[in-house]
Structures are given as structure tokens and as C-alpha cells.
């Protein structure tokens, strides 16, 4: 059965995945599952930021830990929290990076194609000229760099062709450090 709805589906694993984001969303819903996990990371200073940095890189758990690094902004070094968090961030964005560039780059592929993503294509051409080419790599920057979701950003520039392994974990860990940074600086002055 699941396999013939599968066959339905023309983007199976995009499907899944966005079920499992909005379960995870419905389910924690009210819960006090984030509390606990505040309180959980709050004691463990680098650790807890490292932590921390790893869920912020998630959609689903990136609000919690935005409140989690602006409580333990007061408590620690902001250089090394920034370093630290940064790096918790980074590791975050390489399983999303592995997991779409080895599970979900065919239907990434065959997305391009679809006559909307064309259509949003050509008016982003339209609109932006000749800055076209830098509107795609900004987006996916702003949504590295803040509390939104950057599995979006991961897969705009997985979807890039001159994006190698390095130059993505340097680019990804100063936009989360950044991100992180300012998240932190507001957390000290709070």
C-alpha cells in the first residue's frame, strides 16, 4: 500500500519530509518538551551552547533554541559562545546538506523544472536584471544566518552547481556564527 502511494506521489521524499516537519510542529505544540530541553542545555555552558547551535540549524527547533542562546547569552563568553555555537550550528547543516544532496537531489532536479519554479524563475529574472544571479545565494544566506528555516537555505545552495564540500562548510559556518552572534549580543543586552 505505501509503496503504491508512493508511486503516486510525484515528489515522494519532499512529501515525507514535510509531513514530518508538521507533525513534529503538531506534536510539540504546546508540550513542554522545549521548556525541558532549556532547562536540560542551560547548565552545560559550551556544551549547551554547541547543542544549542545543533538545534538551531532545524526549523522545528530553532525558536527554542533562539530563546535557549538568549538565556545563555548572559552566562557566557560571547566570543566563545559565538565560536562554539557556530560550530553546533555547522554540524546541524551538514546532515541536512548529506541527507539532501544524497536522498533528495533527483527530486531537487526534477522540482526545477516544474512550470511554477519556472515561473518564479523568469519574474525573479524580470524584477532583479542583471542581479539575477545573486538573488539565490543571498536567500539562502538570510535563511542560513537567521532562526528560519535552513533546511530551505541548505537546499538552495546544494542546488547550486560551483558549490563544492569546503566552500559550503566555510559559507555555512560564518552565516550561522553571524546569525548566532547577534542572537547573542541581544541576549546580553536583555
Request: proline fraction near 4%; include cysteine.
Amino acid at each position: 500500500m505505501i509503496h503504491t502511494i508512493s508511486r503516486k506521489l510525484k515528489y515522494p521524499k519532499l512529501f515525507l519530509l514535510v509531513l514530518i516537519y508538521t507533525l513534529t510542529i503538531i506534536l510539540s505544540y504546546g508540550s513542554n518538551i522545549f521548556l525541558c530541553l532549556r532547562n536540560l542545555l542551560t547548565p552545560l555552558g559550551a556544551i549547551g551552547i554547541f547543542l544549542s547551535g545543533f538545534f538551531y540549524a532545524y526549523s522545528f527547533t530553532a525558536g527554542p533554541a533562539t530563546a535557549i542562546l538568549l538565556t545563555l547569552a548572559k552566562q557566557q563568553n560571547i566570543i566563545t559562545a559565538v565560536l562554539v555555537g557556530g560550530l553546533g550550528a555547522l554540524s546541524g547543516d551538514i546532515i541536512i546538506y548529506l541527507f539532501v544532496k544524497h536522498s533528495f537531489i533527483v527530486e531537487i532536479e526534477r522540482l526545477k523544472n516544474e512550470q511554477i519554479i519556472v515561473l518564479i524563475g523568469k519574474t525573479l529574472r524580470a524584477v532583479f536584471g542583471p542581479l539575477y544571479e545573486c538573488v539565490l545565494p543571498i536567500t539562502a544566506g538570510f535563511l542560513i544566518a537567521s532562526p528560519l528555516p535552513t533546511e530551505i537555505g541548505i537546499a538552495l545552495i546544494t542546488s547550486m552547481k560551483k558549490m563544492s564540500v569546503k566552500k559550503f562548510i566555510f559559507i555555512v559556518y560564518i552565516l550561522h556564527t553571524a546569525g548566532i552572534f547577534f542572537i547573542l549580543l541581544i541576549g546580553k543586552s536583555l
